[in-house]
């Protein structure tokens, strides 16, 4: 069993992304009222003010940097830093003949031209692999790592190792039959698996902004011995309704991959893989607040 109940995960409205400001808003600077009518001095009915942090945020596969663009609003609205770093392979650049070294390479050298230190480095999903690289090139300048629902990968694994047979059988079929060695998710593949709670209307809309993935990163088995000796702090959120991978027979976010990490911070919550970025951005920007703070 996870460590959480759902109901513990209910809020004042059934879908807060329609919540009026004025009734609940956790996720501005000094935090929001609970409900209409309380007295805007009365400190009792405020959420305390949140520590500055400067996070560098890291999307992953069928996605791109713009993934991130209303959570980054929503956090720099409350006076953090936020970073949202473009890789090889992916965004503008055309060329998907990409290695997951050139993929880590990018994020390196975003890091260290712009010289940020002490900040939180987040990974979803694919990108979780990523900040296992990274952090094993620039482990003094990282404050915390927060995967969300990322992939957390053994010693020599590769990403295609941890999905189920099925998928990657199909993966694989896809990556064949495409021209530039990519995978292309089939519409019904990305509704059910990556925005299950997402209306039909906003993941047609969600699915107009996917593009193929390169697929050589996706199957490359990675050197993580030295990510596995690294004394940096760690955090894993978890979405109890993301799909993306079957939960429990060995798959999935968590405790499957997350208990990797060994001594971690696990924050949870209701959401599926891609969805709430868009719909729900101010929710997902306070969970990883959560997973970075002190």
């Known amino acids: 069993m996870f460590p959480y109940r759902p109901e513990m995960h209910q809020f004042p409205y059934s879908d807060y992304r329609f919540t009026p400001l004025g009734y609940y808003s956790p996720y501005t600077e000094g935090g929001g009222l609970w409900w209409r009518g309380a007295i805007e001095s009365d400190e009792s009915c405020r959420l305390p003010k949140q520590q500055r942090l400067t996070f560098v945020l890291v999307h992953g596969s069928w996605a791109d940097a713009h993934f991130w663009d209303g959570v980054a609003a929503v956090l720099r609205s409350q006076g953090h830093a936020v970073h949202t770093p473009e890789y090889a392979g992916h965004g503008t650049d055309p060329n998907k003949n ?20 002490d900040f939180v480095l987040v990974g979803h999903s694919f990108g979780g692999s990523v900040i296992q690289k990274v952090a094993e090139q620039v482990p003094d300048r990282i404050k915390r790592l927060v995967f969300w629902d990322a992939f957390v ?88 309704q993301d799909n993306a991978l079957p939960q429990g027979e060995g798959f999935g976010w968590n405790p499957h991959m997350s208990t990797r990490l060994g001594l971690f911070r696990l924050i949870v919550g209701d959401g599926d893989h891609f969805t709430d970025t868009r719909t729900r951005p101010a929710m997902v920007a306070q969970k990883l607040y959560e997973a970075g703070r002190d």
């Open 153 to 240: 990968l053994k010693d020599g694994e590769s990403v295609a190792d941890e999905l189920p047979p099925q998928t990657r059988q199909g993966f694989e079929q896809l990556r064949a039959g495409s021209k530039d060695d990519t995978i292309m998710l089939p519409f019904p593949l990305f509704r059910d698996l990556f925005v299950n709670t997402a209306s039909l209307e906003e993941a047609k809309r969600f699915y107009a902004s996917v593009s193929p993935e390169p697929a050589n990163p996706l199957f490359e088995k990675l050197d993580l011995k030295a990510f596995y000796t690294l004394p940096t702090p760690k955090s894993y959120v978890y979405f109890y």
């Open 98 to 117: 990409v290695t997951h070294a050139m993929i880590t390479k990018s994020v390196v050298d975003f890091i260290t031209k712009l010289n940020l230190r």
